[in-house]
């Protein structure tokens, strides 16, 4: 069976006749979402830097000016733009928000972004927490309407990062305080800048509709931010084909070497993926009661990449469907990502600056028909995930996050009756479905050795699924 079946609608669409039909008919009308690679590294165009309330910030220019875009306060058609509202702290404020994005929103190139800037809800200022709450209302909706392959996603950045100001004997008060607050500003838009940039490029162009929260954490930008985890070792499970072996490709390209897991009857298809990638190859079940030793004796001296991504489905209603089949799905999703990742962390096999991403699903938000089994493993996952990363964080210094994809073309969505993979390639705000690449770009940002202020987050690869997300 091929790995996926072809998206006939979508290259129809995209013919002068089709793009009359559809427009004319009111049908889906799919864009072109040019994904990253070596020729294509960025996005085509400007950066316009706005804001909602104040002057703009000098520290997240400086961060911006970093992402390979040209920054500007003005640009007829801009690739991408960035709204800075972590001031908005009233109902009234906001207007700013409308007065900023109203007059470019339909200027923005095709396949373009818009990233706004929030900050996290007050639980003591009401004002304020309404406020920023209304932000992820309106990304929400701003998302699902702008079209034309253009994605609009909502970064929360925490306003008090770990800083280290000289003390107020050292200078007058005034001044002391304003240097912390300029040094706190600089250390908040640098503890964003591995999202911003991956949200401001070609690899994010399946992520619409989210929220990132960026927390208080000190981040270390890499030597070499086009081979940021060189000197690394990664393990992906599942990494024989589909989206394991992209995200191991990813990983690969990015510096890691990665050592790739499969089961023994996958053999085949994980050698050949491992040699391409100049990596190692692990056959293993990981449900066997020795996997964690096995996995932390294939990577020597240590872990600091850690994909969980092996996944099972035994499909059928839950009237038809036989305990093996509940207990089998349940073990290898949920149970062995909970026993291999807490032995790996116990054993600090997982050293410190070290990350795990585990593989939920959007099933497991909004839930399927037939898939109980499936659905309850990978809400198991967001659970272990929110519970577990603050933890692992404090006791461990290792991030944990999950990605939550959608419908992507894999060898499992060829396998889906016609009418329901139709379904599950139009119902979200680009009317297509994912590539594996989506997946994989996604779970290399959350590896970033830049990325440990982002820390049990659920990130949907989806597309922003019009169902649960």
Not at 23 to 39: D, I, K, T, V
Not at 72 to 92: F, Q
Request: aromatic share 2%; net charge positive.
């Amino acid at each position: 069976m091929a790995d996926r079946t072809p998206d006939r609608y979508l290259r129809f669409a995209r013919t002068a006749p089709g793009r009359f039909l559809t427009h004319r008919l009111g049908l889906p009308e799919p864009a072109a979402l040019p994904r990253w690679s070596p020729e294509r590294p960025s996005l085509d165009g400007e950066l316009l830097h706005l804001t909602a309330a104040g002057p703009a910030d000098a520290a997240l220019g400086a961060v911006l000016a970093r992402t390979g875009l040209p920054v500007a306060t003005a640009s007829e058609r801009p690739a991408a733009v960035v709204l800075d509202a972590t001031r908005v702290a009233t109902a009234g404020a906001l207007a700013g928000v409308h007065a900023a994005l109203h007059p470019v929103v339909r200027s923005v190139a095709a396949s373009g972004r818009v990233v706004v800037l929030g900050a996290p809800p007050s639980a003591a200022d009401h004002h304020q927490a309404a406020a920023q709450q209304a932000l992820e209302g309106f990304v929400r909706s701003l998302g699902k309407e702008i079209g034309r392959g253009r994605t609009v996603n909502l970064v929360r950045v925490c306003g008090s990062p770990q800083v280290t100001a000289a003390p107020a004997e050292a200078a007058p008060k005034a001044t002391a305080e304003a240097a912390a607050k300029a040094a706190a500003k600089a250390a908040a838009a640098e503890a964003a800048e591995s999202t911003l940039r991956f949200l401001l490029s070609p690899r994010s162009a399946y992520i619409s509709g989210q929220v990132v929260e960026i927390a208080d954490a000190p981040v270390s930008a890499p030597a070499d931010w086009s081979r940021p985890l060189a000197g690394r070792t990664a393990l992906v499970t599942g990494a024989a084909r589909g989206i394991g072996a992209a995200v191991a490709g990813a990983l690969a390209r990015d510096g890691a070497h990665v050592v790739c897991l499969d089961v023994p009857a996958a053999q085949t298809d994980l050698l050949r993926t491992a040699e391409a990638l100049g990596g190692s190859a692990l056959p293993l079940d990981i449900t066997a009661t020795d996997a964690a030793d096995r996995m932390a004796s294939a990577t020597g001296d240590g872990l600091d990449i850690l994909i969980h991504n092996a996944g099972i489905t035994r499909d059928r209603r839950l009237a038809n469907m036989p305990a093996d089949r509940w207990a089998s799905v349940l073990d290898v999703n949920l149970a062995a990502v909970l026993d291999t990742t807490d032995a790996l962390l116990k054993s600090g096999a997982l050293r410190p600056g070290g990350r795990v991403v585990a593989t939920a699903s959007i099933a497991g938000i909004a839930g399927n028909t037939g898939q109980t089994n499936y659905a309850a493993s990978k809400a198991g996952i967001i659970g272990m995930v929110r519970s577990l990363a603050p933890r692992a964080a404090a006791d461990h210094g290792v991030t944990l996050n999950a990605v939550a994809p959608g419908f992507i073309e894999t060898r499992m969505t060829a396998a889906v009756p016609f009418l329901i993979r139709e379904a599950g390639r139009r119902m979200n705000s680009l009317a297509q479905g994912g590539l594996p690449d989506d997946v994989a770009e996604t779970t290399a940002w959350l590896s970033h050795p830049a990325s440990a202020a982002v820390n049990g987050q659920v990130i949907r690869v989806c597309g922003q699924s019009l169902l649960g997300a």
